[in-house]
């Protein structure tokens, strides 16, 4: 799969493109979107799609991919700020909310593969949170906790 340009800005080719391609696969879906109204959103030809991402099929988990490493940006840069343990779990959910009630291109994304059977979205996603470093950050927080008596540690 095409890397996702990170140092990208927000006018660049592929961000217009991953921002078309989000909206189109939330209203097709994966099967139903098509790669020329990508295109046509996102202003450019479908040769600069293919070009940046080969397939379709690797655009869809681009877009995902994408999605998902901004949440896991502001995910790393929450845990590592809060102090206890209660906080952090705070800051995440809190994140979450706030990352779901203002993508609603991704939330319906997000429902159509979970009711998919053989979805991959699940492995994409624990691969881009995994990689990001988040939960070793708080594996090492909750350790921290017990340590200093704060937590029980049934709970790891």
Same mark, same amino acid.
């Given at each position: 799969?095409?890397? +996702?340009?990170?140092? *990208?800005?927000?006018?660049?080719?592929?961000?217009?493109?991953?921002?078309?391609? =989000?909206?189109?696969? *939330?209203?097709?879906?994966? *099967?139903?979107?098509? $790669?020329?109204?990508?295109?046509?959103?996102?202003? $450019?030809?479908? *040769?600069? =799609?293919?070009?940046?991402?080969?397939?379709?099929?690797?655009?869809?988990?681009?877009?995902?991919?994408?999605? %998902?490493?901004?949440?896991?940006? =502001?995910?790393?840069?929450? $845990?590592?700020?809060?102090?206890?343990?209660?906080?952090?779990?705070?800051?995440?959910?809190?994140?979450?909310?706030? +990352?779901?009630?203002?993508?609603?291109? %991704? @939330?319906? =994304?997000?429902?159509?593969?979970?009711?998919?059977?053989?979805?991959?979205?699940?492995?994409? +996603?624990?691969? $881009?949170?995994?990689?990001?470093?988040?939960?070793? +950050?708080?594996?090492?927080?909750?350790?921290?906790?017990?340590?200093?008596? @704060?937590?029980?540690?049934?709970?790891?």
């Amino acid at each position: 799969m095409h890397k +996702i340009n990170k140092t *990208a800005d927000k006018n660049s080719t592929q961000t217009k493109i991953l921002n078309a391609a =989000i909206r189109e696969f *939330a209203e097709y879906g994966k *099967a139903g979107a098509r $790669v020329d109204r990508i295109a046509k959103q996102a202003g $450019v030809n479908k *040769a600069m =799609i293919y070009y940046h991402f080969n397939s379709k099929e690797n655009l869809y988990y681009a877009s995902i991919t994408d999605h %998902f490493s901004r949440i896991a940006t =502001i995910l790393k840069q929450r $845990v590592s700020y809060e102090k206890t343990i209660e906080e952090i779990i705070g800051g995440v959910v809190g994140t979450y909310i706030q +990352i779901f009630s203002t993508s609603p291109y %991704f @939330r319906k =994304i997000l429902l159509r593969e979970l009711a998919e059977e053989n979805s991959q979205i699940i492995i994409k +996603i624990a691969e $881009v949170i995994s990689q990001s470093g988040v939960p070793n +950050i708080l594996y090492n927080k909750l350790l921290s906790e017990m340590e200093h008596g @704060r937590d029980r540690k049934s709970v790891v």
